[in-house]
């Protein structure tokens, strides 16, 4: 099974700086890679798909890069209200995996 | 929008049947990748499996041998049977959309506790 190993668990930064949360295929999986964004006590929300595309209505801030076993989320301005854990997806094949996420705080 | 809306027991004794029922309201149930994901208690997301409208199903291999995945498109709803439980079932259960295998799961519902304890 490709395993996905996400880094770091968790990150402390300040409003309005560059944040990069990485996730790592151990086989390549093309594209087939998703993020989700999670607030405390609430539902997992998808925030891009396809590695680069913004899911709809999701702040430009936020963009993914990456094809083949690496994989990378940015939030290019960090704002309050993006204190979540983070999760990246793979769902090229059988079994779907998600990564063990990333927990956004501000510093 | 479609919503989705997960039902079922909040509590179950260990060796018994989970059962949890995903209704669509807003939206049919055709032509979608349905999904159940569960998260235990402070930890991450963990995949279950999925299922395909016209039937077909796939599931977690850590899981395989306990877990089954229906659909029922006449009451545009889809379930999951886990059995038997043991404790580290406990969990936030989620279903959740997908609308091709090219895309993330876009729509979630809000999730139900489940416990599993005597």
């Known amino acids: 099974d490709v395993q996905m190993t996400q880094s770091p668990s968790s990150l402390s930064a300040s409003v309005g700086d560059r944040v990069t949360i990485t996730c790592r295929a151990s086989q390549g999986i093309s594209n087939d890679l998703a993020w989700y964004q999670q607030k405390p006590g609430k539902v997992p929300k998808l925030l891009i798909y396809a590695a680069s595309t913004l899911q709809s209505g999701v702040p430009s801030r936020f963009s993914g890069s990456g094809s083949g076993t690496d994989f990378t989320l940015t939030i290019s301005s960090l704002q309050p209200e993006d204190v979540a854990s983070y999760y990246c997806e793979k769902y090229n094949g059988d079994p779907l995996t998600f990564g063990g996420g990333t927990k956004v705080e501000i510093k | ?118």
């Open chain 2, 1 to 118: 929008q479609v919503q989705l809306q997960e039902s079922g027991p909040g509590l179950v004794k260990p060796s018994e049947t989970l059962s949890l029922t995903c209704t669509p309201s807003g939206g049919s149930i055709g032509s979608y990748y349905w999904t159940w994901i569960r998260q235990p208690p402070g930890m991450g997301l963990e995949w279950i499996g999925y299922i395909y409208h016209i039937g077909s199903a796939n599931y977690n291999s850590s899981l395989k041998n306990r877990v089954n995945i229906s659909i029922d498109t006449s009451k545009n709803q889809f379930s999951l049977k886990l059995s038997p439980v043991i404790a580290t079932d406990t969990a936030v259960y989620y279903c959740a959309r997908r609308r091709d295998f090219w895309s993330g799961l876009d729509v979630w519902g809000q999730g139900t506790s489940v416990t599993v304890s005597s």
